[in-house]
Nanobody, 126 residues
Framework: QVQLVESGGGLVQAGGSLRLSCAAS????????MGWFRQTPGKEREFVAA????????YYADSAKGRFTISRDNAKNTVYLQMNSLKVEDTAVYYC???????????????????WGQGSQVNVSS
């Protein structure tokens, strides 16, 4: 069992930055690929970024490339999402998720993740 708790959301102006954190419980954090997804009302939850469990390969949605950076600290059981140059359209609830032994074939798919956090609201104002 893994529990995930996101933090770091809030209100920021367009062009600003935020860093989301996701703290995980459990001893096997390093065996999980970790992903960030986001969701707005009435829309499907969409992939934002992920990081692998073994060699820490990173994966990004086109909307995140060049602006967002995902990283992990296995000693702290924490994954981060640094978001720069934020846009109004980045406004959403951001969720972190854990995918046991996940890799390139699974990290983009929300149905492949085993555990989810409760979400953290990010609001970007114009």
């Amino acid at each position: 069992q893994v529990q995930l708790v996101e933090s770091g959301g809030g209100l920021v102006q367009a062009g600003g930055s935020l860093r989301l954190s996701c703290a995980a419980s459990g001893r096997t954090f390093s065996s999980y690929a970790m992903g960030w997804f986001r969701q707005t009302p009435g829309k499907e939850r969409e992939f934002v970024a992920a990081i692998g469990w073994r060699i820490e390969t990173t994966y990004y949605a086109d909307s995140a490339k060049g602006r967002f950076t995902i990283s992990r600290d296995n000693a702290k059981n924490t994954v981060y999402l640094q978001m720069n140059s934020l846009k109004v359209e980045d406004t959403a609830v951001y969720y972190c998720a854990a995918d046991l032994l996940g890799g390139a074939s699974t990290v983009y798919r929300k149905d492949k993740y085993d555990y989810w956090g409760q979400g953290s609201q990010v609001n970007v104002s114009s």
